[in-house]
């Protein structure tokens, strides 16, 4: 296959991943705490292609990975006391493994309670407090109420304090599936004792539906563009074939 083939089909590899993400945030646009993602691409330039002296290197399209923005989603009000909602950027509840594993962290803060008493998460994960232990309601004390601060009380009195923390580099996060992330660094996150918690409110997700949809026709454009040019090239390759082949 020719340079200018290959150099297409580098692209058409990275716009059909491209195309899978933006599919992936629209889908996730009434997501709690759900984070837009973007492909990472890089020009990658080689010396070995055969371009006989007649052109520069040849320079393919390079998929760096997927990038992530972390700026806050918009919070809306549900009125349930075991929803909450975090205001401040690159902070994230602490969330225990059932199975004795790293923790996890998340900003989807729809909780619940299960048949122990203890505070879960959707799929019914612990949620931790700041000491790394996990929270356990008493359901004969009535609805608890969450201070800004994190703090659980029932009956007058605390129960416990959601365990907050603050990443300094949001790189570190990798996602891990159901709204969760998992540090993939050795640097221990700081508690953030300064974090708003907002009672029977969750935030949404950062999707822009518009920008998204946007994105979505231009990557078509772009896909169905690099496909027509390698077709003709390919055309061109056949019909140089059967010309040599004619003159032979």
């Known amino acids: 296959m020719e340079n200018a083939a290959l150099i297409a089909l580098s692209r058409q590899m990275t716009l059909r991943r491209e195309l899978d993400i933006v599919a992936n945030n629209i889908a996730n646009a009434d997501t709690s705490g759900f984070k837009v993602e973007g492909l990472i691409v890089e020009e990658e330039t080689v010396s070995h292609a055969r371009n006989f002296g007649v052109y520069g290197a ?13 700026s806050p989603g918009a919070i809306r009000q549900t009125g349930r006391p075991l929803d909450v909602a975090l205001e401040d950027e690159g902070v994230f509840f602490r969330i225990g493994d059932p199975n004795g594993g790293p923790e996890r962290y998340t900003r989807d803060g729809g909780f619940t309670s299960d048949g122990e008493g203890r505070l879960v998460t959707r799929d019914g994960r612990p949620v931790l407090d700041n ?5 356990v309601l008493d359901p004969s004390q009535g609805e608890p109420t969450i201070a800004q601060d994190g703090t659980i009380s029932q009956g007058g009195e605390a129960v416990g304090q959601l365990g907050v923390v603050r990443f300094d580099v949001l790189s570190v996060l990798s996602k891990d599936g159901d709204g969760l992330y998992r540090n993939t660094s050795n640097e221990t996150p ?27 026709i231009q990557i078509q454009r772009a896909y ?18 059967e010309r040599l082949g004619r003159v032979g």
Do not use: K, Y
């Open 58 to 70: 040849p320079s393919f399209v390079l998929d760096q990975g997927v990038g992530r923005d972390f």
């Open 224 to 241: 169905e563009s690099t496909a027509r040019l390698i077709e003709n090239l390919n055309d061109l390759s056949r019909r140089s074939v």
């Open 131 to 135: 000491g790394g232990a996990e929270i």
């Open 190 to 216: 700081a508690d953030a004792t300064d974090a708003q918690v907002r009672q029977g409110m969750l935030e949404g997700s950062n999707v822009d539906t518009l920008v998204e949809i946007t994105n979505l």
